[in-house]
């Protein structure tokens, strides 16, 4: 457990609404009254199926949204309403996104040098064209790719590969968060692994902050500290991954863990999985309120809920 | 559904007032006027022409009354064709076109489609190849030459059918071909994208793992899908076709609404003008609304509201 | 384990070049499968590695720059009198293929339930057809067979979905209604490529578990595609291990869970998240899938093998058999290599699952 009495938060998150109008009867709720901090150097699962809201959370949080009510704290400023032209640009630079999709995300027309090169040009972050160079460089050793990877296009790459661009092209402006949305369920899963590994090298070697987004939680475990569950918009279960891990509380996170086949056949043969419906769950996610269980580790629901909760 | 059709049409109506009003003061900013144009018009004589048309009044006033009238469905008399109204021009010139139009929008619909589908499903192959290059033509040539060609050749080397007028069936097979030149060319291209795109789709795959024979998933499927954009086309396409077009119009000295509709702009008859320029908006504004409708029954996913 | 001790597939010697722009692509080379009534085969591989397009080839489906250069894969069905036929699917044109065995007698689920259904049609109709098609069922009749299929597979509200369109549902919703298309013949056999990779997991659990009851049920074989050892784990009871176009190792589910023998088997078990470990870092396997458009001499994985002994280099390593129903293709097994054990820590892995299974009843 990294410790954080005495630093403050890189990215704090109060209350965030997040409604879309559909039409004038019709309001999508897709993000409700979600808290959560992300401290230095330390990695923030987000784990909730689709439709959950994880998505809109990061994307609200690089800006791509205007939130309907809450706060959005990153580095100590106050992103979440109009902010100044320098205040932008420094978000630009401190706070990079790596997506699902490394095909679809790169540009390709461009070489990787240019796809990396992109960021210092813009924020003129070198001094001379060798500076330049050997910023890429270095980036293109920091995620495991050859010195003249550089001088290729984003198709001559196998999936896998694609992503360390990714990866390098948010991690050159040395950025103080990264939000990583599913970033690696589009990769075979020997892959996964890699990516995961490597994202965690990078870490410990930069002290960049992640924000996680994922759809299950078995990957999660390896390079979360903390770890949010989100349901139809609702935060229900945060803790510390050895919280959520070791005693899940919230039927929905222990379906999570329930679907999550182990490689042990004897066992997984027998096994049926954990079914949770929320129409059919009896529970009010509006009515929850955060309980604590232990450490970190809450729980949103109403008393009457934690109880029924506590008997299983 | 039909509070989506109240609104569009309501939409429609507005957009009509727009073309309508733009078009009036446009018009009336260009210098000259429709009597400048004629062998010297006494001054005199000049202003009584004006006065009777009312062109002697402030711009305004004129807007207004035009706009009344046009409410009423009254676009006023033609300014060059003594003694007739702009209505009785339009309902006497339109049907000869939409005729015209009409019959070579079916023709391209019908010999497009299948030629896409054909393309498509051959693809690569000589057939496609031959439809591929006879499509680009088709699109690229311009259509004084495609009639000039038609009417040379058939016209007058062959011998085969009239080139001139509107009399019996056969009068009709030459304008309707060449107005059905380009837009034959665009949708068997349309057709062929979008037929490609289908059948890459991963529910041709399901229809194929279901054991359908391909004549059956292809028309149960695959149509149905790939028709989508060609529907969307084909609204604009109808009423741009139906509303004739000045050179085929021309060429084959067919009294319709497009040579009208120049003629009209080269002689400055304001009234003639603006009652076909309303006539087309018109037109064009009921197709998309019809085209929005069709697209709803083809594609569930589309809900209007 | 069901027994009929009847072979229903069996593919034998497989071997495909695709012909692309770039250069011929051997996508396959010498597969060997086979399947018994009433089992379950799965086949695990990475992307590329081949086992979607094995699939392929046995529904007739492969694209059309595939070419077949070797192998047959023997199809064996009953008649409506009970007769038995056997038939080298690869001889036989697409159209008697369509006629005779897709949808009817082989049946397919897809990887991804949103694009697999016709959006313009609606759920009734999608799910007639092929009864309608196949055995001129009366559309009355079938629109009837239709909803129990709609039921079977756990769809609440059976006759009004019939008049859905697919993007009415969502994609759970969808996944169980493609698998009713596919039962809707009563196929003998059921191939599900990656059926579950795009459902959200709790989802996914349900499925399968949706299939393996439904296998159950019907006495059907089933042959799943998946990269996702943890599906295998749940469902399967013969494993083959493809890689770069070859089966590297076969066997019956314990024995390659259990008792692993190819370093690419493994690395795939190594690399699976382990929610019982404290462990800070995941396994991986070194480097990428190979590209086969370069054949490589030798053993395709040894480039990522840190097991790999000289030879690997010169000569493709023969399948060594193990045990009856064990075989594996890496030279590590020949009499003459040095003895070389898996990782610690996926022993450690494999005792600690047993420990664990011990509790169990084998089933």
Known sequence: MKNHENASPVLEVQGLKQYFRVSRTYTVKAVEDVSFKIYPGETYGLVGESGSGKSTIGRSVIRLYEPTDGKITFAGKDISGKISKADNKTLRTQMQMIFQDPMASLNPRKKVEDILGEGLDIHHMYANRAERKAKIQAILAKVGLAPEHAARYPHQFSGGQRQRVGIARAMIMNPKLIIADECISALDVSIQAQVVNLMKDIQEETGSAYLFIAHDLSMVKYISDRIGVLHLGHLLETGTTEEIFSNPIHPYTRSLLSAIPSPNPIVEKTRISENYDYRTSGLDYTKGTDHLISGSHYVKCTDEELERFLKH | ?305 | MADYNEKILDIHDLDITFNTTAGPVHAIRGVDIDLMKGETVAIVGESGSGKSVTMKAAMGILASNAAVNKGTIEFTYHHADGTQETVDILEKDKKWIRRHINGKRIAMVFQDPMTSLDPTMTIGKQLIEGMVWHFKTPKKEAWEKAIQLLKEVGITDAEKRMKNYPHQLSGGMRQRVVIAIALACNPDLLICDEPTTALDVTIQAKIIELIKRVQKERGISVIYITHDLGVVAKVADYVNVMYAGKIVEKGKINEIFYDPRHPYTWGLLSAMPDLNTEDERLYTIPGSPPNLLREKTGDAFAPRNQFALEIDDKLEPPMFKITETHEAATWLLDPRAPKVEMPEELKARIERMKKEAEGYEES
Not at chain 2, 292 to 305: A, C, E, H, S
Request: a positive charge.
């Open chain 2, 1 to 305: 559904m039909v509070k989506y059709i109240l609104k569009r049409l309501g939409m429609a109506v507005v957009t009509i007032w727009l073309v309508a009003t733009l078009t009036f003061f446009l018009m009336n900013m260009v210098p000259g006027g429709p009597f400048l144009s004629e062998k010297a018009v006494s001054p005199k004589a000049l202003a009584a022409l004006e006065e009777k048309y009312g062109l002697d009044k402030p711009l305004f006033e004129q807007y207004l009354t035009y706009i009344k009238g046009a409410i009423h469905g009254d676009f006023g008399d033609s300014l060059k064709q003594r003694g007739r109204t702009v209505m009785s021009i339009i309902s006497s010139k339109f049907p000869v076109s939409a005729r015209i139009g009409g019959l070579s929008v079916l023709l391209a619909f019908s010999l497009g489609v299948p030629l896409g589908c054909i393309s498509a499903l051959n693809r690569g192959k000589i057939g496609d190849n031959i439809i591929i290059v006879i499509a680009t033509c088709g699109i690229a040539v311009p259509s004084f030459v495609i009639c000039t060609l038609l009417m040379y050749t058939f016209g007058v080397k062959l011998g085969w059918l009239p080139t001139l007028g509107l009399k019996t069936w056969k009068h009709y097979i030459m304008p309707v071909a060449a107005l059905a030149f380009y837009p034959t060319a665009y949708i068997t291209r349309l057709m062929r994208s979008s037929m490609l795109d289908v059948l890459g789709q991963d529910y041709m795959r399901t229809a194929r793992a279901k054991g359908l024979n391909q004549f059956v998933s292809l028309f149960k499927h695959a149509l149905r899908n790939a028709i989508l954009p060609i529907v969307t086309y084909l609204g604009p396409l109808i009423a741009y076709t139906v509303t004739g077009s000045f050179i085929v119009e021309k060429i084959f000295t067919i009294p319709g609404l497009g040579g009208e509709f120049i003629s009209s702009i080269t002689n400055r008859d304001y009234t003639i003008i603006m009652g076909t320029t309303i006539f087309l908006a018109t037109l064009v504004i009921l197709m998309n609304v019809v085209v929005d409708i069709v697209y709803k029954l083809v594609d569930p996913r589309i809900n209007l509201k």
